[in-house]
Nanobody, 127 residues
Framework: QVQLEESGGGLVQAGDSLRLSCAAS????????MGWFRQAPGKEREFVAT????????FYSDSVEGRLTISRDNAQNTVYLQMNSLRPEDTAVYYC????????????????????WGQGTQVTVSS
């Protein structure tokens, strides 16, 4: 059983940066692909980014590629989301998620592929 806890959200202005963190406990962190998703009010949960177990492969949604960067520190059991050039449309609750996966690389860009979720952290970008 893996527990995930996000932090780092807040209220910022358009063009600002934020770094989200997600600390994992209760499992072998390096066994898990990690993902970031977000959900705006009245909308479905949306894929943001995925990182493979060792961090060598990443995958992004078209809407964030080039502005948001996912990374992980397996020694610290933490995954990060560096968010630059933030836009009002990035406003959402951001969730990290984990899936235990072995074998060939996969993008893991669907919420139903993930086994564990954090409680989320609010990011609000004002114009």
């Amino acid at each position: 059983q893996v527990q995930l806890e996000e932090s780092g959200g807040g209220l910022v202005q358009a063009g600002d940066s934020l770094r989200l963190s997600c600390a994992a406990s209760g499992g072998t962190f390096s066994n898990y692909y990690m993902g970031w998703f977000r959900q705006a009010p009245g909308k479905e949960r949306e894929f943001v980014a995925t990182i493979s177990r060792g961090g060598g492969n990443t995958f992004y949604s078209d809407s964030v590629e080039g502005r948001l960067t996912i990374s992980r520190d397996n020694a610290q059991n933490t995954v990060y989301l560096q968010m630059n050039s933030l836009r009002p449309e990035d406003t959402a609750v951001y969730y990290c998620a984990a899936v235990s996966a072995f074998g060939p690389y996969s993008n893991y860009d669907r919420p139903d592929e993930y086994d564990y979720w954090g409680q989320g952290t609010q990011v609000t970008v004002s114009s």
